[in-house]
């Protein structure tokens, strides 16, 4: 054996230098590598969270999207009078029946986790014809649909959106 790899090799403070670490230094090495694995690990979970969260609510807003176009769909296939029939802040459920959208009072059942449903309300209008939220008079060629949307996430969360739009009698002024 050669000498020179085996002696001590000595500090100038004369004490013996180790070379290797000790087990404060790995017990301490240990536990930041825990850390940062933990800290990643929930950094993931989270993003897969956000990603089925976004997945559901753009889902949810196709379905409401889809619910007023059955609305202009109905409108466009019937008479304006039909809009008559649909009681003011009542719930329609949007279906196709046969190939045309229709709006019946009884659920025809939910779409996967969602339930979806439209309501109605009158439009007023101020003296320049400008929609207005009170006052001014009601416009019997127009009405406010409103979409709901509503479904409980992953989380167990229950949610819920609504988008609106103006329907308006178009076929009176042609």
């Not at 802040?89 to 229709?102: A, K, L, N, R």
């Not at 001014?136 to 989380?155: F, I, K, L, M």
Request: glycine share 6%; hydrophobic share 40%.
């Amino acid at each position: 054996m050669n000498k020179a790899n085996t002696a001590k090799k000595y500090s100038p403070n004369g004490t013996t230098k180790n070379s290797g670490l000790g087990l404060v230094e790995m017990v301490i090495v240990v536990a930041l590598i825990a850390t940062a694995f933990t800290a990643l690990l929930q950094l993931v979970v989270l993003e897969r969270r956000t990603q089925s969260v976004a997945r559901e609510e753009l889902a949810a807003y196709t379905i409401a999207r889809e619910a007023l176009e059955a609305v202009r769909g109905v409108r466009d296939a019937a008479d304006w009078d039909a809009f008559d029939d649909f009681a003011l802040s009542t719930p329609f459920y949007p279906e196709v029946i046969g190939d045309q959208w229709q709006l019946s009072a009884e659920n025809p059942g939910d779409i996967g986790i969602y339930t979806r449903w439209i309501a109605f309300n009158e439009v007023r209008r101020d003296g320049n014809d400008n929609v207005v939220e009170s006052g001014g008079s009601v416009d019997t060629d127009s009405r406010r649909a409103t979409s709901y949307v509503t479904w409980t996430t992953v989380g167990g969360n229950d949610r819920q959106i609504e988008l609106e739009t103006i329907v308006t009698n178009w076929q009176e002024f042609q």
